[in-house]
């Protein structure tokens, strides 16, 4: 037996729902081109990987970004689970919503056993 990490939620998911090809020069990490339809998935937030690098060219990613968000051209599907740490224990959390009800939970990359013996 092996254990897994599920990094998972550290991920940020977009869709194109422009109904045909489309480049969208503000996604990482230099502009991404997407089939009507097609999701692309990148490590970190949305807002960060926008606002990277200079100044300007950050403004203008993030102008790029509104618009499309405006023209319903693209959706933002997740983006990555805020992360909490209690000052006293300093344990790690991450919000939770089940049910309409917000709370916290462990984690997704706190070890989880895998029966794979190939997986390390």
Known sequence: MSTVQDT??????????SGRRMTY????PHGRTLDADEEFTFFGNIDFAIARGDRAEGLKR?????????QKLLQ?????????IDATTHVSKQLHLNNGVLGVTD??????????????
Do not use: C, H, Q, R
Request: glycine share 2%.
């Open 8 to 17: 998972s939620s550290l991920y940020t998911t977009v869709k194109n729902t």
């Open 76 to 84: 933002v599907l997740s983006t990555p689970i805020p992360i909490l």
């Open 25 to 28: 020069s503000f996604l990482p």
């Open 107 to 120: 984690p997704t990359w706190d070890t989880s056993v895998s029966e794979d013996p190939d997986v390390v």
């Open 62 to 70: 993030l102008k790029g970004f509104e618009a499309a968000m405006e």
